[in-house]
């Protein structure tokens, strides 16, 4: 009986090769680090990645071979996400931000043979160069005048284009991340054509990126994060137009959501944080976008309440770089119109809605088997099985998810009946208190209302009686005098009583991750020998 | 390198389980044949697939085996989809207005098993139960008091619904739609679950169908259409509301459409026609749809004009049973803010774009191998190809399609710059003048704004000198007298001098197929003799 429909792999180049199709004209601008700018447009994006095949070719570079990103988000950078498929490659896009131990490490053990990088971060590669052992090509996006290094423009300028894109398996990789635990080494996730192609498709859907070819997008999330969400690949199925901006200036962000007339974004929320402080600075308006997918960390309330007050969307989201990323997306349900203004921002406050594809559930926090009920209130470990959720890390001998195809996300969560996802922790952060679970995560959101709180975060302290108890460190805004007392009665009409801290201690900061997260395993190795009496 | 991310099989099952898991509670509204009304929701519509797949074992169905249904649009017909695919079997949707002969080639061509049908088709069960051969059992969807045969919900409920999805390739058959052409017999076009599920898949985007949880979907189309445009499939992937009637009656679905909130309709333009005409006689506005997607044939000019100024955004719709069926979809473009009414609408005339996953090209109508432009002027002969496009009709030995992919649709098109699709004939119907082609449906179009006109329909005719030329048959609207000369002067300033008419007759009726398309075919032999002199 097969063959009734038509054999067609799930490529990649399926993907570019109908943006420049279907909408070759939809622009693609760049704002670059020296504050130049460049239009392009998709057939413009697919013309280059052909190029650009070929030239790795040139290099010797072979399908299967892993070749390496260290850039900001630009059309180059795009050009190289279809140009590495397109060969049969795989793009590991590096993290700039990653400690020089984590850098070397993930570079070698990617065997990356071509490194592409931004004349920004020069100097990583000059101090990385002779750690990375198998790097054999180094090509820069973006050099200045009298640079003599390979310039990726006139690189791929001597091509001619006249290329076809290679075939194979649509099981072969694509594209390789490594996650930054906050221990050991970093792991590998390989994407690949099928799962990506898949994932861009359920991406494209009003109840989640919800992209046609009147959307204009300006992705502050990095190409380097995840894929970025996947917005390069579903973005190109839609034909949408793409401003890109390789620095994050919200000035310079600001200035182009307005002029391009940019309908969405998608970012971390530090990025609307600056963002408000911009425009609270300048005194003037939000930009009028559309929607704003936020995710990487849990939306602030005030947030949400300020962008919808805007009149823009907000797409909460939920994934990880093991997920390709997206898991849940936040959006209108279908009782929308019947909720208060107030109720709108709770459930948007959470993590929204698994996207066809994805399936969740919760299981028991103690013994990681028992199913939890989807009933809004129970809460558990987080677990995700589907066709663009992680099997293996690259290079790992066993598999990364059960038998059953449950990826442990390390995330604590309800489940509501109508399949809205809740955060509510990290399963090494949640704290145990007499039996009892607390959530470290909606203490601190609690405790950043409080005014004068400009950052707290909250650990899990040994406790002699209640095996552990929650305390609350907390960055004071510039020039404000909280006092404990005055976080403690902020936070007591609006948590349980067995919740509040046992002690809320003052620091001039709190440490974060290499993707802007607080780092409690940080906060916790500076707090080694901190005690709680019984 | 396999394995990185999970296996994942796209089974149809997968969609029913999302919906039930996902959107459990979401409704199912059907208006049965005897006016009476039910709701169920996705996850009742999947605990009666469960057991009607174990009923489907208990009659000895296995695996691959074909499964008819006679049936209007409601939620058994619903439940059998799912039922019938989760068990394995092959759901044959039989078009109930069907003449004798081809209800009979096609049910045992199939070599369907069970029979699923609705009590007002009983006439037909009675007159072909003796020339159906294969079909061993007879069951009823909404049988009267007394009917003394299975009837469905009893049958079903026999179960207990403790049952297992089968398993299989997601290659595995899971529908089988006959195309109803006007020469030969029906051929039969067999959807493979994975081309079911990326096609529902990319239906859900906005530039398709979409659909959100807060889509509430009265579809007109009838099931046994294409799979009703894959409607059943989209709107489970996305926890939609359905609206089902048994009946076409316009002021049963326009009761339905206010009751209801209905914001999505989809069906053929004469649907909307009957509704215009309900509307208009009962002096109310039409129903506040957000959206129709309007398919099947090409929707005229006035009923798009009319439904705008409604605030219902016309999604307009190209496809075949062959193509799954979604090939193109109208929609706003990206610089639709900058068009004017009169733009927009001539933009909503035409076809659409085609969506990810299928490719169009046109070729020269003479050759049928040169491909032509993309430039908005150029016609020829349009093809298809994709993964939800047809490549072997059921039983067949040849592939339907070239050994590229291409399908040829039959149908003369022009493909502009931006992708959109513009349809201008059937092949057989184009008229050749000269050497010349004339599009005889638009000349069919031109003619029916002209006032007195209720239907036209252009043939050419053999002609002594140009080989061809068009001659328009009309039937007079009820109490009007217009002219040949009348209709004449009302095309002559909108088509070329050389397009014009040789003739214009008048007739009582013209011919349709069982679709409710124009039978040219038909024309063409009720008017064997007629000729055209030189």
Redesign the interface.
């Known amino acids: 009986?097969?063959?009734?429909?038509?054999?067609?792999t799930?490529r990649i180049t399926?993907?570019i090769d109908?943006a420049a199709?279907?909408?070759g004209?939809?622009e693609i601008v760049t704002r670059w680090a020296d504050g130049s700018e460049s239009r392009t447009d998709w057939a413009g994006i697919r013309a280059d990645a052909l190029k650009m095949a070929q030239a790795l070719e040139a290099l010797g570079v072979k399908k299967?071979d892993r070749i390496a990103s260290l850039a900001m988000n630009h059309s180059r950078h795009l050009v190289s996400w279809y140009g590495v498929a397109g060969m049969g490659g795989v793009l590991h896009t590096v993290n700039p931000r990653l400690f020089d131990d984590q850098l070397e490490y993930i570079v070698n053990h990617a065997e990356d043979k071509v490194l592409l990088y931004d004349a920004a971060f020069q100097p990583i590669v000059d101090k990385m160069r002779e750690r990375w052992t198998t790097i054999e090509h180094y090509v820069c996006y973006d050099p200045a005048d009298g640079f003599d290094g390979l310039s990726f423009q006139s690189w791929i300028d001597e091509q001619d284009g006249d290329y076809t894109w290679v075939e194979g398996?649509e099981?072969?990789?694509c594209m390789l991340c490594y996650t930054s635990g906050t221990t050991g080494n970093p792991k590998g996730?390989?994407?690949?054509h099928?799962?990506t192609v898949?994932h861009a498709?359920?991406g494209?859907?009003?109840?989640a990126f919800?992209?046609?070819?009147?959307s204009v997008m300006l992705p502050v999330v990095p190409m380097f994060h995840a894929a970025s969400w996947g917005l390069p690949y579903a973005g190109a199925?839609?034909?949408i137009?793409f401003v890109f901006s390789a620095v994050n200036d919200p000035a310079v962000l600001h200035e182009l959501m307005i002029r391009e007339k940019v309908t969405d974004s998608a970012g971390v929320p530090t990025v609307w944080l600056a963002h408000f402080q911009y425009c609270d600075a300048e005194g003037i308006d939000l930009p009028p976008l559309s929607a704003a997918t936020i995710g990487g960390s849990a939306c602030p309330r005030f947030m949400i309440e300020r962008l919808m007050k805007n009149g823009t969307r907000v797409q909460h989201a939920w994934g990880m770089t093991e997920t390709?990323p997206i898991g849940t997306v936040g959006?209108?349900?279908?009782d929308?119109d019947e909720l208060s203004f107030e109720e709108k921002v709770d459930k948007t406050a959470m993590q929204g809605?698994?996207i066809?594809?994805v399936?969740l559930r919760t299981v028991d926090l103690d013994d990681n088997v028992t199913e939890l009920p989807r009933d809004g209130k129970t809460s558990g470990t987080l677990q995700i099985?589907?066709?663009?959720?992680?099997?293996?890390y690259?290079k790992a001998e066993t598999d990364a998810?059960n038998n059953d195809?449950w990826f442990d996300t390390g995330d604590v969560g309800i489940i509501h009946?109508?399949?809205t996802l809740q955060l509510t922790d990290r399963t090494k952060d949640v704290i145990k208190s007499g039996g009892e679970w607390i959530s470290s995560v909606e203490l601190e959101n609690a405790a950043v209302g409080c005014p004068g709180v400009a950052e707290a975060a909250c650990v899990g302290m040994p406790h002699p009686k209640w095996d552990e108890r929650p305390v609350l460190f907390v960055v004071k805004k510039p020039d404000e005098d909280v006092t404990a007392d005055a976080v403690l009665d902020y936070l007591r009409p609006l948590i349980a009583k067995w919740w509040m801290p046992d002690a809320v201690e003052f620091v001039d900061d709190i440490p974060h991750t290499a993707t802007g997260k607080i780092s409690k395993k940080d906060l916790r190795d500076r707090f080694a020998d901190y005690t709680l009496e019984g």
């Open positions: 009986m097969l063959g009734a429909m038509q054999d067609w799930m399926h993907v109908a199709r279907e909408s004209s939809r299967g398996s099981r072969d990789p996730v390989q994407y690949e099928r799962s898949m498709m359920a494209l859907q009003p109840s919800n992209f046609s070819g009147s199925m839609a034909g137009k390709s959006g209108p349900t279908y929308w809605r698994p066809f594809g399936e099985r589907g066709p663009w959720i992680i099997r293996r690259f998810c195809g009946p109508d399949g």
